[in-house]
């Protein structure tokens, strides 16, 4: 699924938003990292440190898939984009549905929150440069200590 | 996040949806007020009585904030709009699958359902003037009395 | 709620999924039906044959609705299309989170998949040619044999 082509800057940053949801319920943590910048603030909670490059992020990411999770869903909704006035640059936000399946047997975790992302238009395609995870609650997930929302 | 700047009607209603699951749920309930006309028809469902002005509806969901709900999480899709011929009246529904917390301690709520809206353009933003919840159906939630899809 | 009407091909898709679940979710199959080509390709998983004629899937439809479910809602998000080239043909996915109650009174069926379509335009409506339903996981669901995502 090629992203972005034919989409206006809206429709291509909420299309962002689902690229990250089906490379990383897919498990294709290496077509996840496509979606950012190099240089990254990304912030899944209190519970790990923030990671601040591609590398990095990969690297956390495929060990989730790698230890942690057989399976999982990220059902995005509610997506809102307020665009910089610069044409480069935005602020955006989506709810987020997530649920999980663990490797342990452990029962399925489920968590009810949001990211908010900045993203940039670099080369012709928007990317994520920083993205936050708050929650409004969890049940059963492997991590109950998340940032709130705000 | 600035509401319905440079959006299409649709876009706009569909943002309208977004704004009011977004104050609800950061419990900023007179920000949610400010997304409805003064005279209203909001209907929960049959256990309560239709709400009919914007400070009756500001008083019953703060009330549910303050006494119910320790935090709320308002999952909306599946909107549709379709625009009236004036130009400025729209019927609009959403899905909304809702995941309650009790101050009470009492089990997580989630409802299964969808709004039903009436909107208007006023001075330039679209507003809320009618709103109904229908339910498919509810698991643990404080009422288990709503109104059925239709 | 009339389908397509002033909207442009991707909105006029989005909105073919958000019919099919209106639809369903109501129990108007006949109206379900109308969203689908004559012939049709659907495949609900590894449980059932694909179904090939638009008279098949109403009938097993219908035979859900009578036989299986009191109630479902099919909440649909991270709805991508991509249109082909010649522009009366597009592949599109919406992730879908569906809950069912059971006439049994058997414990509600929970699913957390998507849908991916092949859709075509004929006669100035988008219809739905294929569709093909996979799933991250399932929670005591009737069926716990599904296609996974791929």
Known sequence: ???????GAREAIADLFYA???????????GLGRLFTDQVHVDYGPHMEPLTSKA????ALQRGQDELFS?????????????????IGAQAT?????????????????LW????????LIDGDWCV???????AGTRKLHS???????
Chains 1, 2, 3 share one sequence.
């Open 20 to 30: 990250y949801a089906d490379n990383l319920d897919r498990g294709d943590i290496a």
């Open 71 to 87: 399976a999982t869903s990220h059902h995005l909704s509610n997506v809102r984009v307020r665009l910089e006035d610069d044409g």
């Open 144 to 150: 109950d200590h998340m940032h709130p929302i705000r």
């Open 56 to 59: 990095d992020l990969v690297e």
């Open 113 to 120: 929150g949001r990211y908010d992302v900045g993203v940039r």
């Open 129 to 135: 440069m920083r993205l936050r995870l708050s929650c």
């Open 1 to 7: 699924m090629p992203d972005q082509v034919g989409l």
């Open 94 to 110: 989506a709810y987020v549905y997530a649920w999980h399946r663990y490797r342990s047997g452990a029962p399925d975790g489920e």
